[in-house]
């Protein structure tokens, strides 16, 4: 059975940085694409990153280009969002996804105060 878990939310002033994790479980997870979506109050879950299997292909939202990084440790089965420059609209909870079999994780709320 596969499961996400996410952690490394929390509060921050506006400026600050955070770097969210998701540890997956399950065979074969350096084959799978992973992503990371947000979800605002009151809005739709809208995507954030997303990292292929290598590490070696990355897309961002324009939202988060120049602030956020999403990476992966294949041998730690954990994708990563680091994110710098936090501003109070990238407040969300986030969740990881992985594509293939639309798995999600519970989600981390971020929260960024001005």
């Known amino acids: 059975q596969v499961q996400l878990v996410e952690s490394g939310g929390g509060l921050v002033q506006a400026g600050g940085s955070l770097r969210l994790s998701c540890a997956v479980s399950?065979?074969?997870?350096?084959?799978?694409?992973m992503g990371w979506f947000r979800q605002a109050p009151g809005k739709e879950r809208k995507f954030v990153a997303a990292?292929?299997?290598?590490?070696?292909?990355?897309n961002y939202a324009d939202s988060v280009k120049g602030r956020f990084t999403i990476s992966r440790d294949n041998a730690k089965k954990t994708v990563y969002l680091q994110m710098i420059s936090l501003k109070p609209e990238d407040t969300a909870v986030y969740y990881c996804h992985r594509y293939a079999g639309d798995y999600w994780g519970q989600g981390t709320q971020v929260t960024v105060s001005s």
């Open positions: 990292i292929n299997y290598s590490g070696s292909i990355t």
């Open positions: 399950g065979r074969t997870f350096s084959s799978y694409v």
